[in-house]
C-alpha cells in the first residue's frame, strides 16, 4: 500500500506493528486487565478505576495488583490519565492492540441481518435511494455516522432521458447496459422549452454507443466543440448542464453519502469533544479529504479500520472510522461503506456489521 497525505499509511502500519509486537510481549494478566479495561470504557466512556476491574475480576485480583498492572501499562503507552486523580483509558495505540489482537469480534445478530437484507433490496429504486438507505441504516444500528461512497458510473451506457420537473431543473435518468437506472438533478437556465429536452435526449442517445458516461462526455463535448454551429443553441445548454452534472474526471465524480451525524455529536458531547467533532464534520463538507481516505480501503482486502491519530482527518476529533470496500461481479472495488464514531465504538459489533453490509451491497450492484 502506498503513501497518502490523508492517511499517513506508513505511520499506521507503523503503529499497527507496534502494537503486534507490544501483544507478544503481554502476559496472560496483563491482557486480561487490559481487555476488562478497553471492554468497560467502551461501555460507559468514562475512565477506568482499579477497583472497577477488581471487581470485574470477582475479587480474584486486589486493587492494588491491578492498580501496578495499570501503572504498566501506561508506561508502555497503552493507558492514560485525563487527569491526575481518575482512572485510566485507553490509547489510540492501546486501542489499536485491543483491536488487532485481543478483540473477540461477535457474529451479526439475526434482526440486524434481516433488517441489512431489507434496506438492500433495490426493487423500484435507483443505486443512489438504496445507498443512503444503507447509509441511514449503518447509522441506526451503530448510533455513529454512517458513510457511503457510492461508485462512479462508468459502467456501458443504453439511455439517457431529460425530464422537465419545474422551472430551471430537470430529472436525468441514466440507464445502464446493464439494467441499473440513476436519476440525477440538474439546473437549466430558465425558460427552456420541454422540446428542448427532448432534443437534448435524442443528441445524447444518438451518440451512447456503448460509451461509459465519462467516454461519453468527452465524445459529445467533442462533437459541439467543432459543430456547435449544426447544434440548437438550447439543446447545446442542456446536454451541457447534464454533462457537467456528472463531469469531472477521476474520482470526484463519486458521490459521499453521510448519514447520522447528529448521533455522533450527542455521544461526544458528554465526553467534551463536540468542537472537535464539529470540526471533523467542517472537513467532511469538502469531501476531497473523506473521499480519498475511503478510497483508501480499496488497496487492501475486507474491513480497514483507522483510529483516531492513526490518520491526519481523526487526528484532533478523537474518532476511529472502521470502512469497507464493495466490489461488482469482476471483483472490481466500485465503492466503500462505513461508520465513523468515537474511537470507544463497539468495535466487536461494528466490524461483523459493516462486513457483511458491504457484501451485500456488492452482490446488489455487481
Known sequence: MGSSGVLGLGY??????????????????????????????VASGEPV??????????????????????????????????HTSAGRIPTDLGLRLFVDGILEIGDLTEEDRVQIDAKC????????????????????????????????????????????IGPGRALVVLITADGLVENRVVELPLGLPVSALQSASNYLNAHIGSNTLDELRQIVLHEIEH????????????????????????????????????????????????????????????REAMVRLLEAT???????????SENILFRHAGCSLVVSPYRDSQEQIIGAIGVIGPTRINYA??????????????????
Not at 502500519?13 to 502476559?27: D, G, K, S, Y
Not at 423500484?124 to 441506526?140: F, N
Not at 467533532?277 to 467542517?282: K, M, Q
Open 12 to 41: 499506521v502500519f507503523t503503529v499497527r506493528t507496534l502494537a503486534q509486537c507490544m501483544i507478544a510481549e503481554l502476559n496472560d494478566r496483563s491482557r486480561e486487565i487490559f481487555r476488562h479495561i478497553v471492554d468497560t470504557y
Open 49 to 82: 478505576g482499579s477497583r472497577t476491574i477488581s471487581r470485574r475480576l470477582g475479587q480474584t485480583l486486589s486493587a492494588a495488583t491491578v492498580r501496578n498492572v495499570m501503572a504498566d501499562l501506561e508506561e508502555q503507552g497503552l493507558l492514560y490519565a485525563p
Open 121 to 164: 433490496a433495490s426493487a423500484g429504486r435507483s443505486v443512489p435511494e438504496v445507498l443512503s438507505e444503507v447509509s441511514d441504516l449503518l447509522s441506526g444500528l451503530s448510533s455513529c455516522a454512517g458513510l457511503v461512497l457510492a461508485p462512479k458510473t462508468d459502467r456501458p451506457l443504453r439511455h439517457i432521458e431529460f425530464i422537465n
Open 227 to 286: 459543430h456547435r454551429s449544426q447544434l440548437d443553441e438550447l439543446t447545446t445548454r442542456v446536454v451541457e448542464a447534464g454533462l457537467a452534472t456528472w463531469g469531472g474526471e477521476g474520482n470526484r465524480a463519486r458521490q459521499l453519502i453521510v448519514r447520522g451525524q447528529a448521533r455522533l455529536l450527542e455521544d461526544v458531547t458528554a465526553i467534551g469533544d463536540l468542537e472537535r467533532i464539529r470540526g471533523l464534520f467542517d472537513a467532511l463538507e469538502t
Open 298 to 308: 480499496g488497496e487492501a482486502d475486507g474491513v480497514q479500520i483507522f483510529i483516531g
Open 349 to 366: 459489533r461494528i466490524i461483523p456489521m459493516v462486513d457483511y453490509t458491504s457484501r451485500v451491497v456488492g452482490r446488489l450492484l455487481g
